[in-house]
């Protein structure tokens, strides 16, 4: 695998050795006090100020990857920030460009109230020791010199999880605000900021004697190029499962029980909102918990097929796999849901750390577990898609209006709509990552490439409605309401 930014290929290139050692069953200390020696070489640094740096950052790397903590997640968060790779980014927010003209006016002196503009020879200066980054120069300075540069982690979360250490400087995350949404982590340029793995683990497993099978998330469809269900099926197989589900079918599952949920809420006069993506689900919960009784009770599909596999193989161990690193934290949050959680980054490493190929596999059936509707539930609008679909299947007829949020901000701005009793849709579908899942911040391939991907291999899509492919799967046996004593393990 070779990505083009060289923040993900070192982060794919620790997760890689780690692999090996793992099914090699070398994982001990020397063999891992080895592999920044193995990926950085020499004594030349390639992205660093010096090969020390750069070691002691995929140290960290290495450490997340086995699944071990940092200094910086002493209470096993998700995401934690690289002590050794956050840069601090010693800028300022505010920022003099050379548009500056000197002008007379002065308007960038007489908006701030700190008094830490003044004017030099060679322009306006910022003082960043007064600068309290109100933005007020910014606004005022009428050649627009004044660039607003706020640190790109910061600015990507919607829920102002991030914040700046007062010594350091470098990004430090609170974590009763952050839904684990992984937006940091695709937005630092230095890959400062990354989720904890259980790859490792999930190898252990493979290894043992009880059954393991993996699940795949329908984002997973055309982030493989043209392989198929089938081809993918195959090569997940070959790393040591013992069989391999579509989520799609705990999809259609959660499209035919969110469907009811919907016309119970509508007949009531309730509003709704969708429960699958669990960054928007923790959105709710520690943001708007006045709105939590407006979430569909309804499992996610992941959990819905988790359950399923373990009704059709008791004692079974459930690994689930896709773009999302929020999983990670639902995982921990929701009873009875999958036992661990692979991202797209951490399988491929796998796959690479055996010579495996999804594209490669020419011999697999295409078989296929989930509707073209469940496997809508990749894309921003495929979930309220897919429960409109349910409700047509039982003749309804009501016509119901649903948000759909495409993005972590839009989500927010939806449910303040909401929380203000001025939302009127009957039903708010929250995605936090734009596009939907397949732009989820472990993805392999760019989300115009998956979706160029995904429209030509849904075209030979199961075209089975949702009531006729749960029928076949026999989904009757599987509960799906995610109670309230059970949001806790």
Not at 343 to 358: C, H, N, Q, R, Y
């Amino acid at each position: 695998m070779r990505y083009d930014n060289d923040a993900k290929q070192m982060k794919y290139e620790s997760l890689k050795k780690v692999a090996e050692l793992a099914f090699n069953n070398e994982l001990d200390d020397d063999h891992i006090e080895q592999i920044p020696f193995d990926i950085i070489k020499g004594s030349v640094p390639h992205f660093r100020c010096c090969v020390y740096k750069e070691r002691a950052i995929i140290r960290e790397r290495v450490r997340l990857a086995t699944g071990k903590r940092l200094s910086s997640n002493r209470n096993g968060e998700i995401i934690t920030v690289l002590p050794a790779a956050c840069e601090g980014c010693p800028i300022g927010r505010f920022t003099v460009t050379t548009n500056c003209q000197r002008c007379m006016a002065k308007k960038c002196i007489a908006a701030c109230p700190f008094g830490a503009i003044s004017v030099t020879g060679n322009g306006a200066y910022i003082d960043q020791s007064k600068c309290k980054e109100c933005g007020r120069c910014a606004a005022a300075c009428p050649y627009h010199a004044i660039a607003d540069t706020l640190r790109p982690c910061i600015r990507s979360c919607s829920v102002k999880a991030l914040t700046i250490s007062s010594e350091s400087k470098r990004a430090e995350i609170e974590y009763d605000k952050c839904i684990s949404c992984g937006a940091c982590v695709n937005n630092c340029p230095f890959g400062a900021i990354s989720d904890s793995s259980s790859m490792t683990q999930v190898i252990d497993e493979l290894k043992g004697d009880k059954e393991v099978y993996a699940m795949f998330a329908p984002a997973v469809e055309g982030q493989f190029g043209l392989a198929n269900v089938g081809m993918i099926k195959s090569a997940i197989m070959k790393l040591g499962f013992d069989g391999v589900y579509e989520v799609a079918l705990g999809a259609d599952a959660v499209s035919e029980h969110e469907a009811h949920d919907l016309l119970e809420a509508f007949s009531s006069g309730r509003k709704i909102t969708t429960s699958c993506c669990p960054a928007f689900f923790e959105m709710i919960h520690k943001h708007f918990p006045k709105l939590v009784e407006y979430i569909s009770p309804t499992v996610s599909p992941m959990t819905a097929t988790a359950r399923y596999i373990r009704a059709e193989h008791p004692g079974s161990v459930t690994v689930f796999i896709g773009p999302c690193i929020a999983k990670k934290n639902e995982i921990r949050l929701v009873k009875d849901s999958a036992d661990y959680v692979l991202t797209l980054e951490e399988l491929v490493a796998m796959f690479d750390a055996k010579g495996i190929s999804p594209e490669n596999e020419t011999s697999a059936e295409n078989s296929q577990d989930g509707s073209i509707y469940g496997k809508g539930f990749a894309q921003s609008g495929g979930v309220a898609g897919s429960v409109m679909h349910a409700l047509e299947e039982h003749g309804c007829e009501l016509d119901l209006k649903v948000m759909k949020c495409n993005g972590a901000e839009d989500c927010r701005k939806a449910l303040m709509i909401l929380n203000a009793g001025r939302l009127q849709e009957d039903m708010i579908e929250g995605m936090a990552c734009m596009n939907g899942c397949v732009n989820g911040p472990a993805s392999i391939l760019p989300p115009n490439e998956t979706v160029k991907n995904r429209m030509k291999l849904l075209k030979t899509a199961d075209d089975r409605s949702i009531t006729k492919n749960l029928e076949d799967h026999k989904y009757s046996r599987v509960e799906m309401i995610n109670k309230e004593n059970e949001r806790t393990k």
